[in-house]
């Protein structure tokens, strides 16, 4: 069977290969083997090639954070799935052709979930529903900004928004995608830069913006945190930048009072029960399945082109996210 290895951390498509490796093997009790269908190059993914991730496991290293795949073989104990289920697996290294896995971390989808999505369901999905629950309350009808909002994270962000009633100000760098986030419902679309507060203002009416999500980092925070009404939350959950936050001015910090907090999904989940994990996972998945949640694909790559994929993967203007099939195209 075929895997993505590093054998040393760098850029990624010098240091990642696909090779051929053993077999996965049967399951042994309580585990679950299944082939990988799809998997998606996430940012985190990149900064988990180059090094720059919070987990750096000894070589070769697998990257990989999800994929969606089809269950081949169950070992004894193992009630909750059976050869044939479509499902999640919530542990990583992911990028292989098989995956052997403890039952417990993997969470069966419905056979009709459209593959492409599903492949993207672990992690976007929640972070965009966790970033709009667990940070600030936002009453119906109120305003939530945040940056990048063309990435899958902020088109999820909008939809879910969209769908509690509250509005959204979709702050990035390029303007040909308004029309298109105005069509998943963002209520206003702006060209990040050095007037953002000015120019969110004059858009909103003015509006008391009481939660602000970033994933740029580096000077964008603080171009956020002006924009936020005093006493309001700026919640960075990435660095697409590949910078840390700026300190946002004395003026936001001390005088109106804005806090400056961060996110990370695995934090947030760690929260909750494992049922509760299940139902947050079964309601994203209804959504997918209902057409209210999905993330544009850009390109879907074979195993094999695994640097081609990486290379696209880091280029900006996309449309959408980089998949590998490694047991054939979806
Ligand atoms: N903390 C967590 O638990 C968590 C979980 C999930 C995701 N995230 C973070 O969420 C962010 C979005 O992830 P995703 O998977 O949704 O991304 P994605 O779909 O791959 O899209 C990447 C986005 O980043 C923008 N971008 C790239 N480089 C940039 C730069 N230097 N300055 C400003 N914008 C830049 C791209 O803009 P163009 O379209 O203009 O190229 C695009 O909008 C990432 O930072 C990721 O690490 C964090």
Redesign the pocket.
Known sequence: MKRIELNAYGIPEDVAACVEVADVGAPDAGEVVFDVIAF?I???DI?FCRGGYRIKPPFPATPGAECVGRVSAVGTGVAHVKPGDLVINLQRENWAQKRRVRGDDVIRLPSDVELRQAAMLR??PP?ALLLLSDIVDVPKGGWVIQ??????????VISIAKGRGLRTVNV???AD?FDELKALGADVCLL?GPDLAERVKAATGGAAIPLGLD??SGA?TARIAACIADGGTVCT??????ENPQAMSVADLIYRGVTQT?????R?LARRSAAEIEAIYAELCARIMDGTIS?PVDHVYEIDDIRAALIR?Q????A??ILVAPNGLI
Do not use: H, Q, W
């Open positions: 998606p996430n940012p985190a900064s992690i976007n972070t940056n990048v909002a063309n990435s899958a994270v902020g088109r999820l990035m760098r390029r995608v990040d994933a740029v964008a959950y990435g660095a697409m930048s590949g961060g996110f990370m999904l695995g947030f993330a993967a280029e900006g203007g996309r959408g996210k």
